[in-house]
Structure formats: C-alpha cells, structure tokens
C-alpha cells in the first residue's frame, strides 16, 4: 500500500512540475510570487487548471473530459465532483461507465487491440516499437494492466474514440500573421496599443467548434513532419491536390515551418475524448509570417477534418476546442500582440 500511494504521489509531482513548466507574466501585474496556484494570480501555469476552460473559466480543472454525452454518442459518464477528480483522493464508490467507441473496436490500424486480447503486451511510459507511449508529462501508473489519465478521473473507462491506451499524441501548429490594412500597414487595437494577430482557424466536423488545425502523430513520424503535414491537410486540403498543387504547397510550407518558431505547449489536453485509461497529448507549436509573403501565396481551403478555414483576429472573446484558447492566449502573449481591452484582464480572466 505504502509503495502505491508513493507512486500516485510521484504521478501527481510529475504532472504539476511538467505541466508547469510554461510560465507567462502579465505587464500589468506586479509584486505577485510565480509559484502562487492562484485564479486571480498574474502569474499562472499550464496546469490541469489553466488548460481546463475555453473562454479563461475560473471553474475546477479537469472540466472538459468529464462532459456528457462523450463526443459523438450518448453515453453519459457517472458524474465526477470537482473534490474527487484527483487520484489521491479516496473514492470507494467510484464506478466510472465502460465505453470503447465501434470505430475503435473494429481494429484500424491507428488503434490498439483490447488489453485483454492475449497477443497484445503494450510497453506503457517507453517507446514501444514505433508507437510512442510516454507521456510528455512523466511516468503515469498502470492498474489493472490499464494506463490510469495523470490528471484524475473522468468518469469513463475504456478508450471512447481514442485509439491508443494511455498517451495519444498529436500536435497543433498555429499559424500567426499581423492584420494589415489596405497599405499593408499592421492594425494597431485602439484601446490595447498593441498590433492585432491573426491565426489561421478550422472548424471542425465533428463538433463544430472553432479550433487550431492539427492531428495525430503516425507511429513513426517526427513532430515537425505531423504539423507540417495536418496543416496542409486541413487548412490548405493538400489531399485533393494534382501531385502538381502539392509540389508548389510543399515547397512554400517547407519555407514557412524552416523559420524560428515557438514551442507554446508541450503535453496534457483537457480533451472531451478522455477517459481514465486514454487521454490526448499535443505539441502545440507557432509559426510566424511575419512580413505575410508566404501565406499571402496561400490560398485557405478547408480539407480532411475541417468544415471551414479562415484567419481569425486574436483576442480574449474567442471560444476554441479543448485547450486551444489557453494557445492562443500564450502566442498573443510572447508575441507582443493585442489580447484583451481590459488592462486588468491577465489578472482577472482566468
């Protein structure tokens, strides 16, 4: 017993430090100590908290992965209290519903067997051949010969429409241009001072919600090759190119994703799709054109995943997917950009 809570208290350790490890100050706000897990804090974390709401909500972490119906069924998960999502709390009665979608099931090659399928021996928390299972944020524990979600519980066991057990990786790339006027002079807010940034925005078809374009990592595949790649598809819908269309996209992306970019977050999403035993990871990454020429040569076209594609202005009245809005808010921020009319809104809007 000893040497389980240890494990659980080490799962929690790991999480909150590399979850942690993005730390963005407000200008506005002074005198507040960094490590302070405070709301109204200046100063905040990626933790389970930060990446929680879509629109900065002050509510309990973990909120998105315990909604009902999981996506794209009716399936409700057993209700999870904000005081008992965590692992370290004793819950005796927790009796989470079992839900694996179809899809899963019928053995894609992107999904993994059943855990009790005999031929199947996953190697969790190391790289498993090609596919691989380490979490960004540290080693996770295993019970029952299941992964267990480092963030708490959510209410549902199984995978739902996640194919991997344990860590699904995938990565986001945010693409940033400045908003120029018709001179092609950058827009300055007039109650901010600052420029306006815009990204490149999908609408995805399965939940309709606005979102940064990106998807899973193949087994295999380096991360810079999944961004690179997901936005062509999605954004540009480079699958339904002559091979001659693609050349001249791949040949501008390549000069786009070759300049200086920013790494904006590296693990854990508060994602509808988790479960107790599957759970989504990104690498959410920036590439910034700053003079415009190279996007300017792109036409925006909504492919694979994505019902719409269009440029969208930055701000703090956005309401994205899973943990996009928090992105978005970090790349304004280490851009310099305009964000919020409110002075006070770093202070108050989480």
Known sequence: MAGRLLGRALAAVSLSVALASVTVRSPGCRGIPPFRNSFSSCWFHLNTNVMSGSNGSKENSHNKARTSPYPGSKVERSQVPNEKVGWLVEWQDYNPVEYTAVSVLAGPRWADPQISE?????????????VERKSKNGLYEIENGRPRN???RTGLVGRGLLGRWGPNHAADPIITRWKKDSSGNKIMHPVSGKHILQFVAIKRKDCGEWAIPGGMVDPG???????????GEEALNSLQKTSAEKREIEEKLHKLFSQDHLVIYKGYVDDPRNTDNAWMETEAVNYHDETGEIMDNLTLEAGDDAGKVKWVDINDKLKLY????????LVAEKRDAHWSEDSEADCHGL
């Open 118 to 130: 005999s031929n199947f021996s996953p190697k969790f928390n190391e790289k498993d051949g090609h």
């Open 221 to 231: 595949e380096k991360i810079s090759a999944t961004l690179k790649r997901e936005f």
């Open 150 to 152: 480092p963030a708490g």
């Open 322 to 329: 899973a943990s996009h809005f928090q992105f978005i808010k």
